[in-house]
């Protein structure tokens, strides 16, 4: 090839590149390029990566059972109502000391709400472009890079904990160092379930029971430090029903809080 | 030949064109933004990246602090998680349009990496700061918690 050709392919392929770079078209073809899961495991942990495309709206309620270091617990119930792509209700609220900790997470597609019911005072952030961009999440896990997790933007936005038990892609993200270890399946509110453990190279451990219709936890067991520190498990569960619109609405009654 | 060579150019330059950095922001020294001033304790532990992390207890007064970083167009943060954190923390990107985002990161779920935290809506900007705070989250544990803040990473546009 002349020295000519060769001057004219590379300055084709800067500008191709370019074009490829700034459109994120590059990622889009990498994303759809075949990837034939190694085992039956992986099929499984590619499932919970892109569980958030598997549903439309889920409701239900979960209880959150921490366990402290000095023995004691607290409990608290999560009723949520989610519809994709970004409208969400959750209700914390505390079921063992009243009032303390609850809060109520609303998002409407266009602002996420933050309450605190005590105070009757929420904070706000505006939901944009960037808030809502998925692209940065792995599609299959060909693309999770080491050491480096994605959160699904919505759990990372709406900070109640059910939201990752929900958009539960972070799962299939754990660091290199975890050990995935594939327990069966089981029943779980009338669902099939796959039950995973997760074990960390310092000895603790996450057990999930995923929904295998939707790849959302309905379950988890987490164990740190060698003690009993979580335990979750959904309470009531309805996919792709009608939800209330109503819900996704910034409720009466509170005011801004002063921000900080 | 002339295709090939265009179309591995092409994909070179996809790979390689990044935003800058990531950049290493290290957790010490954070800056007093508002609320209780005392400052976070430093926790060894093999746990944290490099060693070294700092914290507050849940149970501390509520303070807000910011890291000390000093670059411009910023993009894309990242948090890392050490593998001693149990406890949901919030935090907080102020840029300097004014506009701002919060995420809360479950602490006890991502040991031993960086969690995406977002990018910028402005990426042409002056600075922004990334604010962080011993405040309980709604409906995780909320006791005598630590809330750890380790390195910080990010890319700038």
Known sequence: ?260 | MSIMVALLTAMILSNVVQAGGPYVISESPLIHYAGGSGYPHTYSSSGCYGSSCLYLAQSETTGWWHWNVNYSNYYQWYAWDPTVGVAAAYYTVWESAGYQWQVTVNQANHHGSWVYIGYSDYPTNPGEFMYTTNECVSGYTCSNLKVFWDQMELTTH
Do not use: C
């Open chain 1, 1 to 260: 090839m002349k020295y000519k050709s060769w001057l004219i392919s590379i300055m084709v392929g800067i500008v191709l590149g370019g074009i490829l770079y700034t459109t994120g078209l590059f990622r889009d073809i990498i994303a759809f390029l075949p990837v034939k899961a190694a085992s039956t495991s992986d099929e499984i942990l590619n499932t919970i990566l892109i569980s958030h495309t598997k549903w439309t709206t889920l409701q239900g309620n979960a209880q959150f059972t921490w366990y402290g270091s000095d023995g004691s617990t607290q409990i608290y119930n999560n009723k949520f109502a989610i519809a994709q792509p970004a409208s969400a209700y959750i209700d914390i609220t505390n079921l063992s000391q009243s009032g303390k900790n609850d809060g109520i997470w609303v998002s409407n597609g266009k602002a996420i709400y933050n309450l605190n019911k005590e105070a009757k005072t929420y904070q706000s952030q505006i939901i944009s472009a960037s808030t809502l961009d998925l692209s940065m999440l792995p599609k299959d896990l060909s693309q999770v890079q080491p050491n480096i997790v994605y959160i699904h933007p919505m759990a990372l936005h709406v900070g109640a904990p059910i939201m990752e038990d929900i958009y539960s892609s972070w799962f299939a993200q754990k660091s290199p160092t975890d050990t995935y270890v594939f327990k069966g399946t089981d029943k779980i509110l009338d669902r099939d379930v796959w039950v995973i453990d997760d074990q960390e190279a310092n000895g603790d451990s996450d057990t999930v029971w995923v929904d295998q219709a939707t790849g959302i936890i309905l379950q988890d067991h987490q164990i740190i430090d060698g003690k009993l520190f979580l335990d979750m498990k959904m309470t009531d569960l309805q996919v792709d029903a009608p939800v209330n619109n109503s819900l996704f609405v910034l409720p009466a009654g509170y005011s801004l809080a002063n921000p900080q």
